[in-house]
């Protein structure tokens, strides 16, 4: 079955940086787009960045310009470099096969304090 899992969150002061990863497994990962989602406290889960298999990029408005989806297919990793983090960036985040029915997976948690 699809397995996901995320790594590489934590805590960091306003301005930092963090990137993130996600290994994906029982699925061609080099043939499928893949999506970071982030669900913050009382909020519903939103679709961050998406990256195609051919490594077209798409950023929902408010983190472009400072978050950066890739992916390895070598790895069957798909990342998310996240610079001049903002207390508003505090989520778990996921990854995913956007569109797919695919479980989720725990998720890694990021917090933006002081």
């Known amino acids: 079955q699809v397995q996901l899992v995320e790594s590489g969150g934590g805590l960091v002061q306003p301005g930092g940086s963090l990137r993130l990863s996600c290994g994906a497994s029982g699925i061609i990962f080099r043939i499928n787009a893949m999506g970071w989602y982030r669900q913050a406290p009382g909020k519903q889960r939103e679709l961050v960045a998406t990256?195609?298999?051919?490594?077209?990029?798409n950023y929902v408005d408010s983190v472009k310009g400072r978050f950066t989806i890739s992916r390895d297919n070598a790895k069957n990793t798909v990342y998310l470099q996240m610079d001049s983090l903002k207390p508003e960036d505090t989520a778990v985040y996921y990854c995913?096969?956007?569109?797919?029915?695919?479980?989720w997976g725990q998720g890694t948690q990021v917090t933006v304090s002081s």
């Open positions: 995913n096969v956007p569109t797919s029915t695919y479980a």
């Open positions: 990256i195609s298999s051919l490594g077209n990029t």
